[in-house]
């Protein structure tokens, strides 16, 4: 009977389990670039499936012939027994009929054919476990398949949702990157610096005016106290002509309230009397 030795299943099976068994997160987390490393992970998962499926595939096809040998010889049990019956019967004619030699021959006949038809039993009884387990094994390297093709489908997934993470943040780096450029390529800090030039020059025109008005207050001031001076040098001549006679009166302010009358002359109010010669009263003695 034709059939896969337990050492191929048992290969098949551990190359199964063992990628079945493979943690992608772990993989992908000690992995430098996780892109690259899932497609290599896609790539090896493919082959190593395609490998798994072909094996897989052998196994069936051995499981398959194994059944056609077996389902053969349960058949031929069932056509020895019928041979052995169908001899028997004809020797139990011909020794009926007398023909002794002939029945004892077609006896021997049925003999043979029960023996053969004990050897396919036989075969058929060992055959039996041995399918039973073949089965069982090709049940579980299909089970494996699907979990690898489930894996293979995860990966791809991972793989494109990671590529499209990257792109996207991609596109956020040259988005932040042309937001940071806009400080230097703005046009409106263009504006600022012409702005700011335009108010330093409106304060320079403010000082320079501030200046003006400056030495023109000072130019006033100056005349105001060129007419204080005169006025000072007129009343000081009027005081030593007051020496000869009466000190002349100061102008009366013309811009006092009606009614209102300097006390005295700014001759009598700020300037004391000369003293009396040879003992005469002074100008107020001579008053009171």
């Known amino acids: ?44 998962y493919t082959n190593n499936i395609a490998e798994a499926e072909q094996a897989v595939a052998q196994t069936i096809g051995n499981l398959r012939l194994a059944e056609q040998d077996y389902n053969e010889d349960v058949a031929a049990v069932r056509d020895w027994g019928n041979k052995a019956l169908a001899a028997s019967r004809k020797a139990d004619q011909l020794r009926a009929s007398g023909d002794v030699a002939a029945a004892d021959r077609y006896d021997n006949l049925a003999k043979v054919a029960l023996q053969k038809q004990v050897g396919f039993e036989s075969e058929v009884k060992q055959t039996e476990p041995i399918l039973r387990s073949q089965n069982e094994v090709v049940d579980k390297l299909k089970h494996g398949l699907a979990i ?35 400080n ?14 335009i108010r330093r020059q409106e304060a320079l025109v403010a000082g320079k005016a501030e200046i003006a008005a400056s030495s023109l207050d000072s130019q006033f001031a100056e005349l105001e106290m060129t007419g204080d001076a005169l006025e000072v040098d007129a009343r000081f001549a009027a005081l030593k002509a007051g020496a000869l006679g009466a000190a002349p009166a100061a102008a009366q302010i013309t811009d006092e309230p009606s009614g209102y009358q300097p006390s005295a002359t700014v001759g009598e109010q700020d300037f004391a009397a000369a003293p009396a010669e040879d003992g005469q009263p002074s100008t107020d003695e001579q008053r009171y």
Request: aromatic residues 2%; charged residues 35%.
């Open 148 to 182: 690898m093709k489930d894996k293979l489908g995860e990966l791809k997934v991972k793989r494109d949702q990671l590529a499209a993470r990257a792109k996207t943040a991609e596109a956020q780096a040259k988005v932040q990157d042309a937001v940071a450029s806009i």
């Open 1 to 44: 009977m034709k059939g896969n030795t337990v050492a191929e299943k048992q290969s098949i099976l551990g190359r199964i389990a063992q990628l079945t068994r493979a943690n992608i997160n772990s993989l992908i987390d000690r992995a430098e670039d996780p892109e690259k490393m899932l497609d290599q992970l896609v790539r090896d």
């Open 184 to 197: 230097v390529l703005d046009p409106t800090s263009e504006l600022s610096r012409y702005e700011d030039n």
